[in-house]
Nanobody, 118 residues
Framework: QVQVVESGGGLVQPGGSLRLSCAAS????????ASWYRQAPGKERDLVAV????????AYGDSVKGRFTISRDNFKNTVYLQMNSLKPEDTAVYYC???????????WGQGTQVTVSS
């Protein structure tokens, strides 16, 4: 059974840090490009960060560059998002996405809530 499960969300004060995890099962995440998206209430789902299957290439949305870092451990079938210097505008549900090279198999997690507030 294919599953993508995010974890690590929560409530954090502005300037704080969180580390999100995306654990895959039922398929080899190491052959998939992985991304983190986020969706705030009333807004569209936006791309936050993407990482190639090997981890050799990463890219970030402009609003998180220099603060967030995407990484992966293919032995653990897991992708991470380290979020530092968090701001209230980072508040959103964060989703993990995995897709193969041909965009045939695309998997989403259920999301994890991140709330940045004092």
């Amino acid at each position: 059974q294919v599953q993508v499960v995010e974890s690590g969300g929560g409530l954090v004060q502005p300037g704080g840090s969180l580390r999100l995890s995306c654990a895959a099962s039922g398929f080899n995440l190491g052959t998939y490009r992985a991304s983190w998206y986020r969706q705030a209430p009333g807004k569209e789902r936006d791309l936050v960060a993407v990482i190639s299957s090997t981890g050799g290439t990463t890219a970030y949305g402009d609003s998180v560059k220099g603060r967030f870092t995407i990484s992966r451990d293919n032995f653990k079938n897991t992708v991470y998002l380290q979020m530092n210097s968090l701001k209230p505008e980072d508040t959103a549900v964060y989703y993990c996405n995995a897709r193969d090279s041909w965009n045939i198999h695309i998997y989403w997690g259920q999301g994890t809530q991140v709330t940045v507030s004092s």
